[in-house]
């Protein structure tokens, strides 16, 4: 009996630790990479968890943009965008063999405002508006189907 207990115990403290949102935070921006168990629960779509060096390798060209150092008809998202202004959530699945990032960038302001809890509850346009998100194809390096919901 105390073995099926520790048994328990343990598989439910694994779960809770796979769920757990790993926070980024620098200088450039704040982030929470998504649990592929998180992300997916509810879906058919096949999911990763994106790794810190995937996400610190998109947030430079985000960055590259944004300086305006990058081409941007290349990358499909503009630099007119602030993205200083948005906490950013990371979540990966795939589209056949390709891997994608979908990023969610949620105004700091609305976050505070609604006092949100962006670095441990995956956000929705329902729950966050005026966010914006774009798919980043990995090997591509390239940002795709940039979307925009809640505008006034």
Not at 67 to 74: D, R, S, V, W
Not at 135 to 147: A, D, P
Request: proline residues 2%; glycine residues 4%; contains cysteine.
């Amino acid at each position: 009996m105390k073995n099926l207990i520790k048994l328990i115990f343990l598989l439910f403290a694994k779960i809770s630790f796979a769920q757990n949102f790993l926070i980024i935070e620098n200088e450039n921006f704040s982030g929470a990479i998504i649990p592929k168990e998180h992300f997916c629960a509810k879906s058919d779509l096949e999911c990763f968890t994106p790794t810190e060096k995937e996400v610190y390798d998109l947030e430079k060209i985000i960055g590259d943009i944004q300086n305006k150092k990058e081409n941007l008809a290349n990358r499909n998202i503009k630099s007119e965008i602030n993205f200083d202004k948005y906490v950013r959530q990371y979540s990966g699945f795939y589209i056949g063999e390709e891997k994608v990032i979908f990023i969610k960038f949620v105004p700091k302001e609305i976050i505070e405002n609604k006092k949100l809890k962006w670095n441990s509850e995956f956000l929705s346009c329902v729950n966050a508006e005026n966010c914006i998100s774009i798919n980043y194809f990995i090997s591509e390096q390239k940002f795709y189907e940039l979307g925009l919901c809640g505008e006034e």
